[in-house]
């Protein structure tokens, strides 16, 4: 394919994406495939000659959207929204045609750069306190992370080097593997499972502290399992707040949380990967008081700030931690501007070495949303939530299983686990909305999270009605059953 040809295409197929996304609440949000539909589809090996563009154009609809979970339906609201617009799109296409490796400034010195100015706009956007911004000579900072997932195995493993240092300068007698055997990171137990995968990776102990009845962790519980444990002779390193879980949406109390941590030199991340997108709205800024006693923060834009996927920003109060755990400076990486203190090398930052030009995506959205476009699109996103929850509540069948505070709503009819599995069953199987379960203590049940860019009012009443018509039809023959047995 030559530029002529790459012109024309391209036209194609920023029509296809164009006509797919205007259209896509015609398609089934979920697919009719079974495990292993597509190897028959296609050849058994990579063809010896080329084939045409054509012949590659026609195989998306015939054998990749079959199989395709539509998230940007507005009739998906599973999991947690993933998000994207039209600005950010093109940004990525941008990345993809410039398509540096920014592992270093010199790498990439636009790509470095516009990533530290965008992570201090959103920065500004949350209110964050000024000691996260990287400003002119400030000593912490903002990176874009492939996924929440990364910030919080990032955050866990520079604290544990700082901790190990730390006890190693106290007690040079003893070794790091004897230090390393009793460390202990913590989280809520509705924490997400990314956290407990981290401590995995990271080859440290980790413990769950119980939430309250409002699934959030307080300070008294916080600091019951630490008391335990230094007393048996470990050494607490890391605890994980949560800000927006997984299951609930619940919020770690992070203004009791802060000063235990702060006093016990624990390092304090917060994870706020769904609800961190809210806090560009004064109204629900207060959620992240507290964030003044961390040592870092991450949320994702990717999920709710309509910058599409990957874009997980994390900033921290010094920078210096994070780059004292992964800095190693072999010569071919190296560059005349290092020692300057004027550029920063994001590679001593992440995991990977390499990195795409991210930052595109923010400021391209950024820029032509506004903070104003942006709040509307979250505020709007929580006033669906709360009439799908006022139309639960008008309904004598359903609970409502926890404090609906952004775009998540989880409910359940009243009555057994079985029960609630065979409704959710239902849901699915018909494919006309998709949704995802929990369990909240022994409960199962059903979270609806409000994902697409162009959800309205009509889907959430429309969804609402569908799951309505289905919770009648399966009482019925659940009391039939019951009935006969």
């Not at 090996?45 to 195989?59: I, L, M």
């Not at 516009?114 to 500004?124: A, P």
């Not at 926890?402 to 709503?409: I, M, P, S, Y």
Request: proline fraction near 4%; charged fraction near 25%; glycine fraction near 6%.
């Amino acid at each position: 394919m030559d530029a002529a040809e790459f012109r024309k295409r391209g036209k194609e197929m920023v029509d296809y994406v164009a006509d797919y996304l205007e259209k896509i609440e015609k398609r089934q949000v979920f697919p009719d495939v079974e495990p292993g539909y597509l190897r028959p589809l296609i050849a058994q090996c990579a063809p010896q000659d080329p084939e045409s563009f054509e012949d590659v154009f026609k195989d998306i609809e015939k054998i990749i959207m079959p199989g395709v979970t539509h998230w940007h339906s507005p009739y998906f609201f599973a999991y947690f929204p993933a998000a994207s617009s039209f600005p950010a799109l093109l940004a990525d296409m941008l990345c993809g045609g410039i398509g540096c490796v920014g592992f270093s400034w010199a790498a990439s010195p636009a790509c470095t750069e516009l990533e530290t100015v965008m992570l201090d706009w959103l920065g500004k956007m949350v209110n964050l306190p000024e000691e996260f911004l990287a400003g002119k000579d400030g000593k912490g900072g903002g990176v874009i992370q492939g996924s929440a997932s990364e910030a919080t195995l990032i955050a866990l493993l520079a604290a544990r080097t700082k901790t190990i240092r730390q006890v190693q300068s106290e007690k040079p007698e003893l070794t790091e593997a004897e230090i390393m055997g009793r460390l202990v990171a913590y989280a809520s137990d509705q924490a997400h499972s990314s956290v407990e995968r981290a401590a995995l990776i990271g080859a440290v102990k980790i413990k769950n502290v119980p939430s309250d009845d409002t699934f959030s962790v307080c300070g008294s519980a916080l600091k019951k399992v630490l008391d335990e444990d230094k007393a048996a002779g470990l050494i607490p390193f890391f605890f994980c707040a949560t800000l927006g879980t997984t299951p609930c949406c619940s919020f770690d109390k992070l203004l009791e949380l802060g000063p235990i941590c702060n006093k016990e030199n624990i390092w304090m991340h917060i994870d706020a990967a769904y609800a961190g997108s809210a806090f560009i709205c004064p109204e629900f800024r207060h959620l992240l008081n507290g964030v003044e006693f961390a040592d870092s923060f991450n949320f994702n834009p990717h999920k709710w700030l309509l910058v599409n996927f990957d874009c997980s920003a994390m900033w921290v109060k010094k920078r210096s931690d994070l780059i004292g755990a992964f800095k190693l400076e072999p010569l071919y990486l190296q560059h005349h501007h290092q020692e300057s203190g004027l550029v920063t090398d994001y590679r001593h930052w992440q995991i990977p070495l390499g990195r795409r030009f991210r930052s595109l995506k923010l400021w391209f959205v950024l820029r032509m949303y506004g903070v104003k476009g942006l709040q509307e699109h979250i505020r709007k996103h929580i006033r669906l939530s709360h009439q799908f929850e006022h139309l639960v509540l008008q309904d004598e069948r359903f609970e409502i299983c926890a404090k609906v505070v952004l775009g998540l709503v989880c409910f359940r009819l009243k009555g057994s686990n079985e029960l609630n599995e065979a409704l959710l069953k239902s849901i699915n199987d018909a494919k006309k909305i998709h949704l995802v379960p929990c369990h909240l203590r022994e409960k199962f049940v059903l979270r609806f999270a409000i994902c697409s860019r162009t959800v309205e009012s009509t889907h959430i009443k429309f969804a609402w009605q569908h799951i309505s018509q289905l919770a009648t039809d399966l009482l019925k023959t659940w009391e039939q059953n019951h009935h006969q047995q």
